[in-house]
């Protein structure tokens, strides 16, 4: 099959399109690269530009009809600068993804993936949250997940298009085979940080929220392999119409799926077990909670193993492995 990834020049997108291309599909990469890396797109058929271009779009199209379905995974994610800058994020996250699902609607590209976020959820009672937790985005990233949401579940109902979101709980690590793995590019993303500081490339690290409700104060997430992530992306694409056979008539054409691994852990457990890995501390320092930061959660139940026949397989010892294999060769690989 031949699949459109939007922000296939990031971290996640890159990593799906080698997980698809392992099992003999095709990808086709669009990116606008105001944070990717074109490096990272390797050597798929690549559009640099932006997802609410139509002409660009008409003429990927035109390229490659047999494009069956598009994965978005393009939005600005990090939550501070959401916080800080709404504006920019509400537009390219919510009023470019508009554009892109009505082009792609008229290209006839009817099956659609999205990368959601568990940031969507509100606090939950123990921090567990299957897909039926209240919804309560806490910042402007998680309020333009929630919208996307939103907005396919009603382009669903019209019974054209039909649409997937997963809702990622906290990626971490990096392709096994190095392909791909975290650009650095301000993503804030803690394993990132980690790694950073054990290179001396950044000076401490810090745990931002030591006061939440948690058994040690910190943070709780599910970090889930990245590679795990991308698998559950190639289940999604290549079981797409079971998915909604096994979802039943009440999903009107949109089914939301939590991607985890079901297991939560502290930020400072995080370090603890990079520590280990690595065999010395860091250089660490507690730190008010970030602009936007929540609690945390990690995800309950088993829809993800019953629609898509899915289940995390890779431990947090083993991302933290794959991170930091992954620091050796970024540098030549991405050339930044
Ligand atoms: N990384 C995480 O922790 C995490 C967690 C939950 C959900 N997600 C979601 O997963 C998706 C991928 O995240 P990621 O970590 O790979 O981020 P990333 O920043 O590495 O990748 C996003 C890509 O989208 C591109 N992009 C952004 N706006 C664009 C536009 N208007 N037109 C074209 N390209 C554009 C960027 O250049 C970048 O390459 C995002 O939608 C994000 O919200 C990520």
Redesign the pocket.
Known sequence: MKILI??????????IGSALEDRGHETVV????????RA?ARNRPFYE?????GQLLARIFGEHPDIECAV???????VPESVEHPYDYYV??VG?TLE?FRNLDDLGCRKLV??????VYGEAPGFLVDESAALAPESP?AR??MIVEMLMEDMCKTGDVRGISL??????GADPELRSG??G???G?VLGMLVDVAMGRRPVFNITGTDWPTRDGTGVRDYIH?WDLAQAHVKAIEGFDRVFELAGDRSQGHVVINLGTGLGVTVKELVDAFEKAIGHEIAKADAPPRPGDTAGAYVSGDLAERLLGWRATLSVQQAIVDALRWSKVREEILGD
């Open positions: 939007t922000g296939g020049a990031g971290y996640i997108g890159s990593t669009l990116d606008s690269l105001v944070v990717g890396h990272l530009g932006d997802i609410a271009d978005h995974c393009a939005a600005l994610i990090s390219n996250n470019k892109l999205f990368s959601s976020s568990a940031s990233y333009t997940k809702r990622y709980f906290n990626p971490v975290p650009h590019k301000a993503t993303q990245v």
